[in-house]
């Protein structure tokens, strides 16, 4: 069966980090692009950052997170990281990981089948 499994949300003061995983079973996670998206009560999901096959090396980050977020793969381990820092109020919200399926923008939902059931990250004093 294939699945992925967010892990590392949870409740940070502003300015702090977390480390989201995204772990796969039941299919080699390097043959994907991985994207990780979030949702905020009653916003759309929005795409937050992606991260090429293993083969590509490419990334590419929404401008509200470019300079504070950085996403990793380590395909041995069938992960993919998202490094989150300097976390404002703003960036409140469940994110999802998801492996794209479909040739098109990366941080378009559409564009992705393989979705994780999402982690809580909370940014709040």
């Known amino acids: 069966q294939l699945q992925l499994v967010e892990s590392g949300g949870g409740l940070v003061q502003p300015g702090g980090s977390l480390r989201l995983s995204c772990a796969a079973s039941?299919?080699?996670?390097?043959?994907?692009?991985i994207g990780w998206f979030r949702q905020a009560p009653g916003k759309e999901r929005e795409g937050v950052s992606y991260?090429?096959?293993?083969?590509?090396?490419?990334?590419n980050y929404a401008d509200s997170v470019k300079d504070r977020f950085t996403i990793s793969r380590d395909n041995v381990k069938s992960t993919v990281y998202l490094q989150m820092n300097s976390l404002k109020s703003e960036d409140t919200a469940v994110y999802y990981c998801?492996?794209?399926?479909?040739?098109?923008?990366?941080?378009?939902?559409?564009?992705?089948?393989?979705w994780g059931q999402g982690t809580q990250v909370t940014v709040s004093s």
């Open positions: 998801a492996a794209k399926s479909r040739i098109g923008s990366w941080n378009n939902p559409v564009n992705y089948y393989y």
């Open positions: 991260i090429s096959s293993s083969g590509g090396g490419y990334t």
């Open positions: 039941g299919f080699t996670l390097g043959n994907y692009a």
